[in-house]
């Protein structure tokens, strides 16, 4: 009864508001599930090795080859938790990761579900955080953009969903967020 659901998005789609629903739909309907964000098991990966996060953003922000650097560090690292994480649970296992298309970690999962938003609204959500626009803007261009992802997504041999988060409504995104989990689980309950 095992199922690896990989949620991606550029910075600021909303992908922790669509977590947050998934979390949510499976608390209430008792649906055992785990919830991994990538963004902690890197920060916690950077802890253990007395890896200065705001220096190290720093070099690997402003430069590309020191981003490369950084990549072939982390990446084996959070490998080696997801899949080690993958083998000790046997339920529902969401993967909270904005960079798993661009690092090639669709592998790992069993269906990828892609929070899609225009980008001047991913700007206006993320402009009112601790970063400038400047700041915000240097973000997302090292990603792909949603369209660039939507397109590697359709080449990939995956069960893929997007929802489009743009306008922030609640009920529509509560409802696709809803059906994706009732399908998956309708498709778990049959194995």
Do not use: H
């Amino acid at each position: 009864m095992k199922k690896v659901i990989g949620i991606t998005g550029s910075i600021g789609s909303g992908k922790s508001y669509a977590v947050n629903m998934f979390k949510n739909i499976c608390k209430k309907n008792k649906i055992d599930a785990v919830f991994i964000n990538v963004d902690d098991v890197r920060r916690n990966i950077l802890k253990q090795e007395n890896i200065d996060r705001d220096d190290l953003n720093r070099k690997i922000y402003n430069n590309e080859k020191e981003m490369e650097k950084y990549k072939q560090f982390i990446n084996p690292k959070i490998r080696e938790y997801l899949i080690k994480q993958i083998n000790v649970n046997n339920c529902f296992i969401f993967i909270e990761w904005a960079l798993l298309i661009e690092d090639e970690f669709e592998d790992i999962v069993d269906s990828i579900i892609m929070i899609d938003c225009k980008r001047e609204i991913q700007i206006e959500r993320l402009e009112k955080g601790d970063l400038g626009k400047e700041e915000v803007i240097k973000r997302i261009n090292l990603q792909l953009t949603n369209n660039q992802k939507k397109e590697k997504i359709k080449n990939i041999n995956k069960e893929t969903f997007i929802i489009d988060t743009t306008n922030n409504p609640e009920s529509d995104v509560y409802e696709e967020v809803f059906y994706i989990i009732e399908k998956a689980y309708s498709n778990l309950a049959k194995i």
